[in-house]
């Protein structure tokens, strides 16, 4: 168990809909980082927040976005849905920046019907 | 951006025996990681290694940063060793963990 949670662990949703994907870090983690896996990417860096700051984006497209709340969660939300957006997401913390180690929550596995 | 090449992409082996899998990457780094993705999905942090020798039970990885390569050692196979392998680096002066295409391990009973 690395520490980081994510929910839901699975979402089935319909193309043109958004839903939410939320993350708590690891206790004393102030960086969060979301990342997709999906079949023909593999896996790739999204957005990186910082203690409620955005602090590195990566292949974010502009139907997603992303935060960080006072309590240092985050979520991910994705709008509408493409058949493309099916992946496995994971969220990550680390202590402060990325060149600390990062651990891995158990990731989210999006299905767009 | 930086490169992260793994090799093999595929590996079978018997239960017992020994491997190495390796991560070239393309520019300096300081952070690099090794993961092991089990079949239900989870990414699971087996060291964090940007330079010098590591050691956990059966594992070892070795990164030699000044040549721009790591090795993953697994010795002893067991089934629950099978999985796909990933490296991920970090730049200097980038904020993402860049992952190679993995090495997917079999190892069978």
């Known amino acids: 168990d690395s520490g980081v949670t994510q929910t839901p662990k699975h979402l089935i949703t319909a193309t043109g809909q958004r839903v939410t994907l939320r993350c708590s870090p690891r206790s004393g983690d102030l960086s969060v980082y979301w990342y997709q896996q999906s079949l023909d990417q593999g896996l790739q860096f999204l957005i990186q927040?910082?203690?409620?700051?955005?602090?590195a984006k990566g292949n974010i497209l502009e139907r997603f976005s992303a935060q960080q709340f006072p309590d240092l969660h985050s979520e991910l939300n994705l709008s509408s849905l493409e058949l493309g957006d099916s992946a496995l997401y994971f969220c990550?913390?680390?202590?402060?920046?990325?060149?600390?180690?990062?651990?891995f929550g158990p990731g989210t596995r999006l299905t767009v019907l | 951006g930086i490169q992260v090449e793994q090799s093999p992409p595929d590996l079978i082996l018997q239960e017992g025996a020994n491997s190495t899998l390796r991560c070239n990457f393309s520019d300096s780094v300081n952070n690099l990681q090794w993961f092991h993705q089990n079949p239900w999905g989870q990414l699971i942090n087996l060291f964090y290694?940007?330079?010098g020798t590591k050691q956990n039970g059966r594992l070892s990885a070795t990164t030699v940063a000044t040549e721009r390569y790591s090795l993953l050692y697994i010795s002893s196979s067991q089934t629950t060793d099978s999985g796909v392998y990933f490296c991920a680096v970090v730049s200097w002066g980038a904020q993402k963990l860049v992952f190679g295409q993995g090495t997917r391990l079999t190892i069978n009973p």
């Open positions: 927040y910082y203690n409620g700051e955005e602090r």
């Open positions: 990550a913390s680390s202590v402060e920046t990325s060149t600390d180690t990062q651990y």
């Open positions: 290694i940007p330079s």
